[in-house]
């Protein structure tokens, strides 16, 4: 393994067209413009465009690139890119390379073939893609990769970018009229920042590639747990096995090279599973930085002869994977709007946004959990390794006194700093944190931000942040609101008061326990909290009134935006499920019965050679082996049966939400049945008789 240390500052961001490249390349009056739009969101003349295309040309070619590509994040949950090349005939056969501002600003790729959700016919071909110059571009295999927006040829969003930005802008304009109110008025700009912890898995890709339930689901339908799971709590923090460091070591660099400000790399706590986590950045730009480590963490796994699986839950039995969400509000001059500082119950500026928060959080707990809801999240939320589908926040001892002394009136009397004592005299001393954490929590705050812990492995993070920003922009307009007209010498008194009605309307979400108890689901039931536990059951309140009011309000989504959102989503979510339900018929029929018939003709043979070679020899061994994999064969003849037909049922379904519900009340109860016959059996069958690797092997192969 090379060090690279020592050239880490030359290699970070050396494959993107940052700052400090457009500084180095642009003319000056060019560079003042694009900051400008970049900054303030100000539009961008073609006469700048075409400079700078020019010099991102140069620049691109001089690295390798021969093509560009407007990168763009459709409803299909991936990436898309077309790549054109910069070559331009000239005649007499030669060519130069070209590149323009308006093949920067604009592209056309087909937007009929792209979940649209009814906002196009497949005869309306055309769409838009348009450049986003607040994320860098940056060069990938050869091409210079444009970050866009995608959107239809009326306008209407088709992507996950568009509305991340309009929820930005929603919510620097709230944030910004509260500061000032505030008397805050130097700051010209709030931005959201995040950071997203990425847990994935690695297994060896020989391994990978003779599952079928793998290849296509992403998660494995059938399998008998391995002798070994995660009990012993010895793979968390554990010492990298040498495959998975060098792996870790060649992913470190290539997102290095691309700007992402990867920092933390551990084992996680299920056996192959581990995580990675970047430095804070502007939440546009972080979306589109994870959505890269997603598919640069597969690439590089392909290169070391591994998978890396990011589905929410790959194997029964052990943790599945999620993706932390680290948020916070920053303005422009550095200052982190979720900082309690020193003295909190004496900090105006942050309980304002706090209540500001928590209230949205209250008031939209239903959308943050749509913003979380997949098939694959469905499996991971509410068991004992992720949050619960109720949505609450913690807050931590130090912070809900404050808020409670603040409700009755009282003085908070800050508890003293304790130094931790662990007992070796050798050990330094150090202060103690005035708060736990909470692991079970789906919202905690973390210090200095909040930590939405529900969002699954594989999912975008721009729609739970859409949600967020969204909400709280709504929440800080309704502050707004109600203080825009106070006279200065009375406003500490109007936000006490306001602070303290909010915290009596909103406290209800907030709860520092165990969120995996029985007691929390009674609990939060009579707060009157939802309990959303399935995609189906959660997504109806994407189309509730409120929130589509929510949505118009703040020029989101269009009313016609939403219903196109909540028809792609449901539609996806069958369809996920059907080709389960497909693959695990397969594999049950080809690959696994086979096995086991195969297996229970040799041992019935074994046990007639005996008798046929001595009649006074047992065979009972024998004998309960066989009549174990009959019974069930028997009952996997007929949970296939009733797979097969429910199956067939749902294909002729057509009204998306009845469809979505009969796949999870049906289809995956169908599948669960079958599974359990199949798992029991499979743990009896010699690993040589099954065509595929068995968990054992998939967890604990590499070395």
């Known amino acids: 393994m090379k060090e690279v240390s020592k050239t880490i500052p030359e290699l970070y961001g050396s494959l993107v067209f940052n700052d400090k490249v457009m500084r180095e390349r642009l003319p000056k009056d060019t560079y003042k413009a694009l900051h400008k739009t970049i900054q303030n969101g100000t539009h961008l003349e073609l006469d700048v465009a075409n400079t700078v295309a020019a010099a991102m040309k140069e620049w691109a070619i001089e690295h390798g690139a021969t093509h560009f590509t407007h990168w763009f994040q459709p409803m299909t949950g991936f990436t898309a890119e077309k790549h054109d090349s910069f070559i331009s005939p000239v005649g007499g056969g030669q060519v130069i390379m070209e590149f323009s501002g308006k093949e920067l600003i604009k592209g056309e790729p087909d937007a009929s073939s792209f979940p649209s959700g009814g906002l196009r016919a497949t005869f309306e071909a055309r769409g838009y893609t348009a450049w986003d110059p607040t994320s860098p571009a940056f060069i990938k295999d050869g091409s210079l990769y444009i970050p866009t927006a995608f959107c239809s040829y009326n306008g209407e969003a088709l992507d996950k970018k568009t509305p991340l930005l309009r929820s930005m802008e929603a919510l620097n304009k709230e944030a910004l009229k509260v500061l000032h109110l505030l008397g805050n008025t130097k700051v010209k700009k709030v931005d959201t920042t995040i950071g997203s912890e990425q847990e994935y898995f690695l297994v060896d890709k020989d391994l990978y590639k003779k599952r079928k339930d793998l290849l296509f689901c992403g998660r494995t339908l059938i399998g008998a747990p391995a002798p070994k799971g995660q009990e012993m709590e010895d793979h968390y923090f554990g010492v990298l096995k040498p495959k998975v460091a060098a792996y870790m070591h060649d992913l470190d660099e290539e997102l290095w090279k691309l700007g992402v400000p990867v920092k933390t790399k551990h084992n996680e706590v299920a056996p192959a599973q581990h995580e990675l986590a970047p430095v804070f950045d502007t939440a546009n730009v972080a979306v589109d930085h994870n959505q890269l480590t997603m598919e640069m963490m597969k690439k590089i796994a392909d290169s070391h002869h591994l998978a890396c699986l990011l589905h929410e839950k790959p194997f029964e039995g052990v943790n599945g994977s999620g993706k932390h969400n680290n948020w916070?509000?920053?303005?422009?001059?550095?200052?982190?709007?979720?900082?309690?500082?020193?003295?909190?119950?004496?900090?105006?500026?942050?309980?304002?946004?706090?209540?500001?928060?928590?209230?949205?959080?209250?008031?939209?707990?239903?959308?943050?959990?749509?913003?979380?809801?997949?098939?694959?999240?469905?499996?991971?939320?509410?068991?004992?390794?992720?949050?619960?589908?109720?949505?609450?926040?913690?807050?931590?001892?130090?912070?809900?006194?404050?808020?409670?002394?603040?409700?009755?009136?009282?003085?908070?009397?800050?508890?003293?700093?304790?130094?931790?004592?662990?007992?070796?005299?050798?050990?330094?001393?150090?202060?103690?944190?005035?708060?736990?954490?909470?692991?079970?929590?789906?919202?905690?705050?973390?210090?200095?931000?909040?930590?939405?812990?529900?969002?699954?492995?594989?999912?975008?993070?721009?729609?739970?942040?859409?949600?967020?920003?969204?909400?709280?922009?709504?929440?800080?307009?309704?502050?707004?609101?109600?203080?825009?007209?106070?006279?200065?010498?009375?406003?500490?008194?109007?936000?006490?008061?306001?602070?303290?009605?909010?915290?009596?309307?909103?406290?209800?979400?907030?709860?520092?326990?165990?969120?995996?108890?029985?007691?929390?689901?009674e609990e939060a039931k009579k707060r009157g909290l939802f309990n959303l536990k399935s995609l189906p059951d959660a997504l109806p309140q994407f189309i509730a009134e409120k929130n589509i009011d929510l949505f118009t309000k703040h020029r989101i989504f269009t009313k016609e935006e939403i219903y196109s959102r909540y028809e792609i989503i449901l539609e996806n979510y069958s369809k996920t499920i059907h080709i389960e339900s497909l693959t695990m018929q397969d594999m049950v029929k080809k690959d696994f019965t086979p096995a086991l018939f195969a297996y229970v003709s040799d041992v019935t043979k074994e046990a007639l050679d005996k008798r046929k070679l001595l009649p006074s020899l047992s065979a009972s061994y024998e004998e309960k082996i066989v009549q174990t994999l009959t019974e069930s064969s028997e009952q996997i003849v007929l949970a296939l049966a009733a797979l097969t037909e429910d199956t067939k049922k749902a294909e002729q379904m057509e009204e998306p939400l009845e469809t979505a519900r009969y796949y999870h009340d049906s289809i995956l109860k169908d599948m669960d049945t079958l599974r359990a016959s199949v798992d029991q059996a499979e743990a009896i069958i010699p690993g040589s008789y099954l065509p595929y690797p068995t968990y054992d092997e998939l967890l604990f192969s590499l070395r």
């Not at 928060?357 to 098939?375: Q, T």
């Not at 915290?503 to 929390?520: A, M, P, S, V």
């Open 328 to 521: 916070s509000l920053v303005t422009d001059s550095g200052e982190n709007l979720l900082d309690p500082g020193k003295t909190p119950a004496e900090n105006t500026q942050f309980l304002v946004f706090l209540m500001a928060v928590i209230a949205a959080v209250d008031d939209y707990a239903d959308l943050m959990r749509v913003s979380v809801a997949s098939a694959g999240n469905d499996h991971r939320l509410g068991a004992n390794e992720a949050p619960p589908a109720i949505v609450s926040i913690f807050l931590g001892d130090e912070l809900t006194s404050v808020l409670k002394s603040i409700e009755e009136g009282t003085d908070f009397l800050k508890q003293k700093q304790i130094l931790m004592e662990i007992g070796a005299k050798v050990l330094p001393h150090f202060a103690k944190d005035t708060t736990d954490r909470n692991r079970t929590s789906p919202f905690a705050f973390t210090g200095n931000k909040f930590e939405f812990r529900m969002p699954g492995s594989a999912l975008s993070v721009a729609e739970p942040n859409v949600i967020l920003n969204t909400a709280v922009a709504e929440s800080l307009n309704r502050i707004y609101e109600v203080l825009k007209d106070v006279p200065e010498e009375q406003m500490e008194e109007q936000i006490q008061e306001l602070l303290k009605s909010m915290i009596t309307q909103h406290k209800r979400i907030l709860f520092n326990g165990n969120g995996y108890t029985d007691e929390w689901v």
